[in-house]
């Protein structure tokens, strides 16, 4: 296992071989917080990153990082994001951070979730991104998280300490309408989508039919009972309904309502239901959120208590076969396998990593043994950028 006192010599003989073979020329490069007036070399870079063409694409992720990254609630300028700027000013790396205040046990603490983490095709053979990450690791945050990472930020990541708890990188797979969910899943074969097509009104006509037996296990029976439109109040309360976790969301009246003016920009691309569920008293017991995209239920967070989970589960499950959903599916919470999970469920681990590093090892140990609360609702998710049709990916 590699210590953080090792991999941080490494890195450092690295960065003076690298620095002495490009000479003067990038002898004053420098890694530094960015400002709200980068945003437009921002907006390029994350053109050239992922292959979109056109400077509509440049203002407009330009004007979404400025607003999630600088306009949040919660900005502090020493977590703030970060640029690798050349010598001759041009950024080439970028990595976003929003600060998100959190309740650790007894104290109140702040976790920097981490995205946008994009570098030039041309410096990938650097550094960069490592430096920017070890920069990153040395705020004074008291833990920094990423929840959409893949296998090349993984690497970089563990190198320098962090780790990946596994439990946070399952999804699980809910069928509401088994045949039409089989035929659209093979239809995503371009070969087979001809086929897909032609028997999609056969499927809905079978998956009536399986309704009508009580034996069916994949049958979702019942009405949506207490169910209602999220409030700020309901996320406001979500500490006391996750209290079993030691690492939980603090939801505050202003930041609460950032998130609920997230969650309709969202609404803009894709429809999407933020729902509560209260008892027969009236009291709040959890919450549901999630999107429809081509017919399938992405749920972004499913909050309760171990008494209230199947029953929020089960609403959720109608409320989404309801919106004409053929099926749910989401990021596994630990609470969720724990707490007598769907049997007709499918699990599998996500492409997208999630990773947490701590300088305090006590939190990142209750990641491991899966008692902090995490959903898309506090992660990377919220953060999304969803671009428009009003430019195009490059075809170079």
Not at 88 to 102: E, K, M, S, Y
Not at 169 to 188: D, N, Y
Not at 316 to 335: F, N, S, V
């Amino acid at each position: 296992m590699i210590t953080q006192s090792s991999t941080d010599q490494r890195i450092n003989t690295e960065i003076q071989a690298l620095s002495a073979a490009a000479g003067h020329r990038n002898s004053r490069a420098r890694i530094r917080a960015a400002v709200a007036s980068d945003v437009l070399a921002i907006g390029e870079l994350h053109g050239r990153v992922w292959g979109y063409s056109g400077p509509e694409h440049s203002r407009q992720f330009a004007e979404h990082f400025r607003q999630v990254y600088f306009e949040n609630p919660w900005f502090d300028p020493q977590i703030a994001p970060l640029v690798h700027e050349e010598a001759d000013g041009r950024i080439t790396a970028v990595l976003g951070t929003v600060v998100r205040p959190v309740l650790l046990g007894n104290r109140q603490g702040r976790m920097a979730i981490s995205s946008e983490f994009a570098v030039d095709p041309d410096r990938r053979n650097s550094l960069v991104a490592l430096q920017l990450l070890r920069q990153l690791f040395n705020g004074p945050q008291d833990l920094t998280v990423a929840d959409q990472s893949n296998e090349k930020t993984l690497s970089i990541w563990t190198s320098l300490g962090g780790i990946a708890p596994p439990q946070y990188s399952l999804q699980w797979f809910r069928p509401l309408r088994p045949v039409t969910a089989a035929i659209k899943l093979s239809g995503r074969k371009k070969r087979l989508r001809p086929v897909s097509q032609m028997l999609a009104p056969l499927a809905l006509m079978l998956d009536a039919l399986m309704d009508r037996f009580a034996g069916n296990p994949l049958r979702i029976d019942g009405v949506n009972e207490n169910v209602r439109s999220l409030e700020k109040e309901d996320l406001m309360q979500l500490h006391r309904l996750l209290s079993q976790n030691h690492i939980l969301p603090e939801y505050s009246p202003d930041n609460a309502n950032w998130v609920l003016d997230r969650i309709e920009n969202m609404r803009l691309f894709a429809p999407i239901h933020a729902m509560s569920v209260a008892s027969e008293q009236g009291k709040l017991i959890g919450t549901f959120i999630y999107r429809l995209v081509s017919g399938a239920a992405e749920v972004i967070q499913l909050a309760a208590p171990a008494e209230h989970f199947q029953q929020v589960w089960n609403q959720m499950l109608i409320h989404t076969r309801k919106e004409g959903a053929y099926m749910a599916w989401g990021r596994a919470h630990p609470d969720h396998l724990k707490n007598n999970f769907d049997r007709c469920c499918l699990l599998r681990r996500s492409g997208k990593r999630t990773l947490v590093h701590s300088r305090h090892k006590e939190l990142e140990d209750h990641f491991l043994r899966g008692h902090a609360f995490l959903s898309g609702l506090e992660g990377e998710q919220m953060l999304e950028h969803f671009p428009t049709n009003e430019y195009s990916k490059s075809t170079k």
